[in-house]
Nanobody, 127 residues
Framework: EVQLVESGGGLVQPGGSLRLSCEAS????????MGWVRQAPGKGLEWVSG????????SYADSVKGRFTISRDNAKNTLYLQMNSLKPEDTAVYYC????????????????????WGQGTQVTVSS
């Protein structure tokens, strides 16, 4: 059974940092691209970032570029999202997603490319 379990969310002040983790199980983690998708209150789903299976290729939404860093540890079956210089508009539930293959083809929200989602972790940026 595929499982994606996010952690690391919480309340942080503007300008602060958080690191999200996503522990994966039930599949060969190193063979699949992974990503992060978020949903802000009252808004639709937004693709945040993706990383190919080997970790050598990463992409970011323009809204987070230069502030967020996606990474993965294939030995630990874990995906990360380092979030720096957080803004109130980053407030959202963040979901870890597994892509259907080793790479991804769209730098935007593309639900047909994901076959599993985590339960989400809440990130709140507020003073």
């Amino acid at each position: 059974e595929v499982q994606l379990v996010e952690s690391g969310g919480g309340l942080v002040q503007p300008g602060g940092s958080l690191r999200l983790s996503c522990e994966a199980s039930g599949f060969t983690f190193s063979s699949y691209a992974m990503g992060w998708v978020r949903q802000a209150p009252g808004k639709g789903l937004e693709w945040v970032s993706g990383i190919r299976s080997g970790g050598g290729s990463r992409s970011y939404a323009d809204s987070v570029k230069g502030r967020f860093t996606i990474s993965r540890d294939n030995a630990k079956n874990t995906l990360y999202l380092q979030m720096n210089s957080l803004k109130p508009e980053d407030t959202a539930v963040y979901y870890c997603v597994k892509y259907r293959g080793a790479r991804y083809y769209s730098n935007r929200y593309a639900p047909d490319e994901y076959d599993y989602w985590g339960q989400g972790t809440q990130v709140t940026v507020s003073s």
